[in-house]
T-cell receptor, first 111, second 111 residues
Framework: GENVEQHPSTLSVQEGDSAVIKCTYS??????FPWYKQELGKGPQLIID?????GEKKDQRIAVTLNKTAKHFSLHITETQPEDSAVYFC??????????FGAGTTVTVRA | DAEITQSPRHKITETGRQVTLACHQT?????MFWYRQDLGHGLRLIHY???????NKGEVSDGYSVSRSNTEDLPLTLESAASSQTSVYFC??????????FGPGTRLLVL
């Protein structure tokens, strides 16, 4: 099955700086790569996703890049704010609606 | 507004007891999923369903079962609870788009 690895497991950044989280996947048939944000005591919520026919996607301060050849994708958060503090998960799917998740990254934004 | 709910939100039980966790969605989504979340493992798929009367095993299905008698509900049953099943359980659903919408989670403690 699909194996998704996520790094780093924790990330502390100064408010206003950028944060980058990286994921690798093993199944070359995977074609959908979402990112979820989980706040304390809540369920994960989709923040951005990318499909295999696109190399980069942006939504305000958040961007995701995908390198199909290397089988890795990354989440970039610019101008970080205290409300960006949360756990972030990457995931991969091969068009069967099943998601394989990374282990998560705890992001702390220092004021 | 459409939503996905889980009940109970917290549950304490004893080893050997049968436990059922409820999941209800009002989006009329065909696809529903159960995950467990443990520190260091991200979210792992337990069971999933693509429609009424359809159920499938995920990567960590041992000791769990589900049934799908209607579109809205996918209850998760622990046949004989074990301490290793202490976890946070999330239900999710998706329609034709691949975005999964997660419930708020059920925190289960097996003593």
């Amino acid at each position: 099955g699909e194996n998704v690895e996520q790094h780093p497991s924790t990330l502390s950044v100064q408010e206003g700086d950028s944060a980058v989280i990286k994921c690798t996947y093993s199944d070359s048939a995977s074609n959908y790569f979402p990112w979820y944000k989980q706040e304390l005591g809540k369920g994960p919520q989709l923040i951005i996703d990318i499909r295999s026919n696109v190399g980069e996607k942006k939504d305000q301060r958040i961007a995701v890049t995908l390198n199909k050849t290397a089988k890795h994708f990354s989440l970039h958060i610019t101008e970080t704010q205290p409300e960006d503090s949360a756990v972030y998960f990457c995931a991969a799917s091969r068009n069967d609606y099943k998601l394989s998740f990374g282990a998560g990254t705890t992001v702390t934004v220092r004021a | 507004d459409a939503e996905i709910t889980q009940s109970p939100r917290h549950k304490i039980t004893e080893t050997g007891r049968q436990v059922t966790l409820a999941c209800h969605q009002t989006w009329n989504h065909n696809n529903m999923f159960w995950y467990r979340q443990d520190l260091g493992h991200g979210l792992r798929l337990i069971h999933y369903s693509y429609g009424v009367q359809d159920t499938n095993k995920g990567e960590v299905s041992d000791g769990y079962s589900v049934s799908r008698s209607n579109t809205e509900d996918l209850p998760l049953t622990l046949e004989s609870a074990a301490s290793s099943q202490t976890s946070v359980y999330f239900c999710a659903s998706t329609g034709h788009q691949e975005t999964q919408y997660f419930g708020p989670g059920t925190r289960l403690l097996v003593l």
